[in-house]
Structures are given as C-alpha cells and as structure tokens.
C-alpha cells in the first residue's frame, strides 16, 4: 500500500489499515514534500470517484513550468463517455449513465509556455448512482451564482455577512493565549478512579456528542484509535453520539440522551461521568428552512449551553472540541434533516459559540482565576465541510460516493474514514491533545 497527499506538503498523518483476518492496524506517516524542479503534474495517480449519469469536475494542477499551462489528453486516451478535458486542465460534464461501473485509466498531459511537456497516468472509478441527488456537485450562496467557500478558506471575507476562519479575524489558528491555557489543561489531565480523584492507576475518558452522522463516522474511528499503539493506556474512549441527539435537545440537561450516556455508553466502558476529561462534538439541529443567521443563532445558543450541561454533567470534563458537518449538497431534494446551506452554516453557530468564550462570556467561563467555572475550554477540532467536488485550498472534497443514499450520512467505508482519519490525526498531533492523547 501506498499514500500521496493530494498537493505537495509538509505532512503528519495516520493510515489505517482494515484487515479480513487480522486485527485494524495504524501506521504514523510523515514527510516533506519539496516542489518540482521542473514541470509537473501535481495531482496523484487516483482521480476523485465519478457517478454514473451524473455531474463530474476535477481539477488537473500543474507547477514549475512557464505559464500559462495548456492541458491536454493524450493520443489514444479517452475519457468515460460524457467526460471532457479543458485546455484549463477541468475535467467535467455528466458521466453517461450507459458507462459501466469500474476503474478508467488514461493518460493526460501539460505543456507550458516553452512548449516543454509532462503527461501521466490517470486513474477514475466510475460507481453506481447512489439514490442521492449526485448532480448537486456544489452548492451556491443563496440566491447568487457564487459558490460557497468552505469557512477555513474565507480568511477575512465574509458569507452573508460573517466573516470567514474558525478563530476571529479571519484566522484558522486558535489565538494565542488560547491555545496556551489549552495546552496548560491538557498537560495537567491525569488518570481517575471512579469517583474522579487521582489514581496513578486510573482511566480517563473521551466522549463522544452528536446524532447520526456523528454515530457513523465515530464507529469508524474507534477501531482506528483503539488499534493505534500511539494511544495512551490510561485513555478509553466513548462513543455517545445518538440518533436525533441534536443540539436543542441535548440542551436540556434531563434529556434522556444524557441518561443513557451516563447510565449505558460510560458503565458499558467501565468509566464514569467523574473519569470523562474531553468531549468531542458534532451536531446539528437538522435544520431544513429558515433563513440566516438567526437559526445558527439558535444553534448557537443550544451549543453554549450543552456546554454548561457538560461542565454540570461530567464535572472533570475540562477540554471541548467541535468538528463541522460534512457537504450535504447531494441530499439536497432528497432528505430535508439538513441540506445545504444549513449544513455549512452549522459551523458559524459553532465559531460563535467558541468565540463568546473568547470574548470572556461569564456563563462559558473556564478559568477559576476568572470567576465560577461554568464549561470547559472550547476549541475547534477538525473542520470537513467542503463545497462537493470543488477543492478546498488543502484540496478536500466530497464525492456522491462519500455520502450514503439519503445524502446526508458518510457513507462506509469511504465517507466515515475520511472523518475517522482526520480526527485521529487531529488528536495525534494538536498541542492540546497530544499531552492525554498519547502515551508518554
């Protein structure tokens, strides 16, 4: 087996490895990436998945040639029926339906300004339409022609008004004195016995919060981390996301998601309310109407005080990461749980719950030095949304065959480990997990 990132980077990342016969395995991957000395194609060999009788767009890269590039198929190489390569290096339209499935190799090359030259060999699988609207490739700004843009690559500029990055200022690194009291946290974590005091031969716990999307990519993830030899010993983690567990209901501290976290997924892991240190969250009220922001300033709301509930809850629970959801352009006509552009605009009601902290709200309080500690320490961890199949700056996407049929659930085993591999590397290698993450 083999891995390449999809542009040239400096890297960390993990690699599971799924077994018939023998147990999941986790292999720690890191590199440098060095740009080419001369032409190239930038893309990796496997193409993103294509659907039968549905849109399609990938974007072919070139770099260390004269601009500008003109893209081109080689002679003899064809693409899937309905296909076509751009001089610009696009590679779109509607696969035939009459294409069958399976895999489509060909070769497509770039020649810069110099008339020097580069080709390579491709790889694109063609799959079965799912039952999910799969031309729905991206996703608009309401109302406009604009695309979207994935809230980590706004930086400064806005979407109906609020500006972009996961921290303030457009920014996607956490502020730094943040970070610091993050950091300070988690080194400060130790082992519990059951009634939340230290014991050097304690546990403690990771839970897990949200409702079904959150249930499906956290199933896949806990095989991975379980199996990685990097995980600490003392560290057991829980999965507690639920169907319908959304945000307005998870608000209320007598729901009974919170019952059967505590009285079934802790005992059933053999740890306690008092052993539970982090939470990780993705969630969302599955809105389908309404307009913005006011629905992601109830969700808002909703976050902050699942916040509290947690702090109340789990009083040892110290640290709180939020991921986003994932694209769910491609349920778009099909389910109404929660289309575009509700899906992308969960994470503003998620930024803005973190960023009242920021801001010292007293009822998001964290620090004794403060005042009455009311939540724990909130941070953004992995961010998946992206608009489809158009790339993010870091080039994520989500292909039809990402998504399950509905549209709105990660599909297995492709959607779910995209979010199981990003969470374990998040957890691996952010400077405020690091510490209770791995083994010393």
């Known amino acids: 087996m083999s891995y390449s990132p999809t542009h040239v980077t400096s890297e960390t990342g993990v690699l599971g490895l799924n077994f018939n016969q023998i147990p999941t395995r986790v292999v720690d991957l890191s590199g440098n990436g060095s740009i080419a000395t001369a032409l190239a194609l930038l893309n990796i060999p496997t193409l993103p998945a294509a659907t039968q009788g549905a849109a399609y767009q990938a974007n072919l890269f070139a770099a260390s040639g004269t601009q500008p590039y003109t893209f081109s198929l080689k002679p003899g190489s064809t693409l899937p029926m309905g296909l076509a390569l751009s001089s610009a290096g696009v590679i779109s339209g509607t696969v035939d339906?009459?294409?069958?499935?399976?895999?489509?190799?060909?070769t497509a090359g770039v020649k810069d300004a110099k008339s020097k030259n580069v080709t390579k060999l491709?790889?694109?699988?063609?799959?079965?339409?799912?039952g999910s609207a799969c031309n729905n490739i991206s996703y608009n700004v309401p109302n406009t022609t604009t695309p979207i843009v994935p809230i980590t690559d706004l930086g400064t500029g806005t979407y109906q008004g609020e500006e972009g990055g996961l921290y303030p200022n457009g920014s996607n690194v956490?502020?730094?004195?943040?970070?610091?009291?993050?950091?300070?946290?988690?080194?400060?974590?130790?082992?519990?016995?059951?009634?939340g005091n230290y014991d050097p031969a304690g546990k403690y716990a990771l839970l897990a919060l949200g409702e079904s999307t959150a249930l499906d990519e956290f199933a896949a993830f806990l095989p991975l981390a379980n199996a990685d030899p990097a995980k600490n010993s003392a560290l057991v983690i829980v999965d507690g996301a639920q169907g319908a567990a959304t945000p307005h209901l998870l608000a209320s501290v007598s729901s009974s998601y919170w019952n059967t976290i505590i009285n079934n997924y802790l005992t059933d892991q053999g740890v306690t309310a008092k052993q539970v240190v982090a939470?990780?969250?993705?969630?969302?009220?599955?809105?389908?109407?309404?307009?913005?922001?006011?629905?992601?300033?109830?969700?808002?709301?909703?976050?902050?005080?699942?916040?509290?509930?947690?702090h109340m809850l789990f009083p040892n629970s110290v640290l709180?990461?939020?991921?986003?959801?994932?694209?769910?352009?491609?349920?778009?006509?099909?389910?109404t749980i929660n289309p575009e552009p509700y899906a992308y605009e969960a994470g503003f009601a998620e930024k803005n719950a973190i960023a009242d902290q920021l801001n010292g709200n007293a009822n998001l309080n964290y620090n004794s030095a403060l005042g009455v500690v009311k939540a724990p320490w909130m941070s953004f961890g992995p961010y998946y949304w992206a608009n489809g199949m158009l790339p993010r700056s870091d080039g994520w996407i989500w292909t039809c065959q990402d998504l399950q049929s509905d549209g709105t659930h990660p599909s297995s085993p492709s959607g779910d480990l995209k979010v199981a591999g990003q969470l374990l590397n998040f957890l691996k290698t952010d400077d405020t997990t690091k510490p209770w993450f791995l083994h010393p």
């Open 320 to 335: 709180a990461y939020f991921s986003s959801r994932i694209y769910a352009g491609y349920s778009n006509g099909v389910k």
């Open 97 to 106: 339906p009459t294409v069958t499935t399976g895999n489509y190799t060909f």
């Open 122 to 130: 491709f790889t694109m699988t063609v799959a079965k339409a799912t």
């Open 279 to 310: 939470v990780w969250i993705e969630d969302s009220n599955g809105i389908a109407k309404g307009s913005f922001p006011g629905d992601m300033s109830g969700m808002q709301t909703d976050y902050e005080t699942i916040m509290n509930n947690i």
């Open 174 to 195: 956490r502020p730094a004195s943040h970070d610091s009291d993050g950091v300070a946290i988690a080194k400060a974590i130790v082992p519990l016995d059951a009634n």
